[in-house]
């Protein structure tokens, strides 16, 4: 895994809104939205957590696959769904774009 691109504050939908049935681990790789037109596969470390349940939000660094696909699309604030396919799971609020590739001008 290569340096994380970004910091975020992860939250899992619960299960009653569509959530996973289980808790994640970290190096959980699931796809997040980070354009309109692209949905991209990223690895989850949880900050001070080692798993995370529906329905809990953990500050979480993300290493995306290949970000030189869908450069300038990140900053902070933006909220990037958190998906299984194309079943929603959460959310992530970036914190801080540490890759410049992915940094929005």
């Not at 895994?1 to 190096?27: F, I, N, W």
């Not at 692209?38 to 529906?54: A, F, M, Q, S």
């Not at 290493?63 to 909220?79: E, M, Q, R, T």
């Not at 396919?85 to 001008?105: E, M, Q, S, T």
Request: aromatic content about 6%.
């Amino acid at each position: 895994m290569h340096s994380p691109d970004v910091l975020a504050t992860v939250t899992l939908l619960p299960t009653s809104e569509g959530g996973k049935k289980t808790s994640v681990r970290s190096g959980y790789r699931p796809d997040h939205r980070v354009r309109e037109d692209y949905l991209t596969c990223g690895i989850h470390r949880y900050i001070d957590k080692e798993r995370v349940n529906p329905g809990q939000t953990v500050r979480t660094e993300i290493s995306f696959i290949d970000p030189k696909a869908y450069p300038h699309c990140l900053w902070v604030g933006k909220i990037v769904t958190i998906q299984e396919g194309v079943r929603i799971v959460g959310h992530a609020d970036i914190l801080a774009v540490y890759n410049p590739i992915l940094k929005a001008p």
